[in-house]
């Protein structure tokens, strides 16, 4: 999606759709009670070219289970959005929060229908931030990680009185990750530890550094033994890292930093330490 002007309000294209979200990690286990009794609907986004749409109906098709699931178009989405016994799954353009920082971004947002069909008045279920944005305004690339994202959707609605907000999501560290081989791609860690030298003097445990189809492929087999990342952050504000098991989803190791440049997004020695306790 191009770059767009920022928005802290919830507003409505000329499609209907909401493509504007202020957003934070931030989890209601009433919300969360209420989506696991709905049908989801799994909005497409409007375009020829899509990288959500070209990945999301195998992904959902190979790990979706939480609930019952229909993919939709948006004039279907404009239908069914009144209805309180639905839930909707859309990717928009947002400004998410960690910590009091906000960067812009394309975020994955689960809400629950409303009697009204005001997008401003349906309750949030989840908004994770999938991938920011280019010098262009292009998204960044995230449609191979993007079972992995589903996968740890699933995990955090299962789990919402242990990873409640953002703050436990920065004190997640399971020590598991040593136990498993680390999927990492060159965007996953900052620039000064860039090559395989480089990360094995910070850090000792199994690890590949590999490209996004290899994450993908592991993603696919549901690989028990490896974990990916997702990397993802806006110079001048946020880095946000996630680490999670290829298999299930479950989160392993969660932080994130503001950050001054491009440079320092991603996993960085600090984190490799506290990878290896």
């Excluded at 990750?177 to 965007?187: E, F, I, S």
Aim: aromatic letters at 8%; one cysteine or more.
């Amino acid at each position: 999606m191009k770059n767009r002007l920022i928005s802290i309000l919830l507003m409505v294209a000329l499609l209907y759709m909401p493509t504007k979200i202020w957003a934070q990690f931030q989890l209601s286990q009433d919300n969360i009670t209420k989506f696991k009794s709905t049908k989801t609907y799994i909005v497409l986004e409007g375009g020829m070219f899509s990288e959500f749409n070209s990945t999301i109906r195998q992904c959902a098709q190979a790990c979706w289970t939480i609930t019952p699931y229909e993919i939709i178009s948006q004039s279907q989405y404009e239908q069914y959005c009144k209805r309180e016994n639905c839930s909707f799954m859309m990717l928009v353009d947002g400004i998410y929060d960690l910590g009091g920082k906000s960067m812009q971004c394309n975020v994955l947002t689960i809400v629950l229908g409303h009697k009204s069909g005001n997008i401003d008045k349906m309750p949030d279920v989840i908004s994770i931030p999938v991938a920011t944005y280019d010098e262009d305004g292009e998204s960044n690339s995230y449609g191979y990680k993007m079972m992995g994202i589903l996968k740890s959707v699933q995990y955090l609605l299962n789990h919402p009185t242990t990873i409640s907000s953002s703050k436990d999501l920065s004190a997640i560290n399971s020590g598991e990750v040593k136990n498993k081989t680390l999927l990492l791609t060159a965007n996953d860690v900052v620039r000064v530890l860039n090559d395989k030298e480089k990360i094995k003097n910070v850090y000792s445990h199994p690890f590949i550094l590999t490209s996004e189809k290899e994450v993908e492929q592991a993603l696919l087999q549901a690989d028990k033994e490896k974990a990916f990342v997702h990397t993802i952050g806006e110079a001048g504000k946020i880095s946000l890292m996630i680490i999670a098991d290829c298999s299930d989803g479950t989160i392993l190791y969660g932080n994130f930093r503001q950050v001054k440049n491009n440079a320092d997004i991603g996993l960085n020695v600090y984190d490799f330490k506290e990878l290896s306790r």
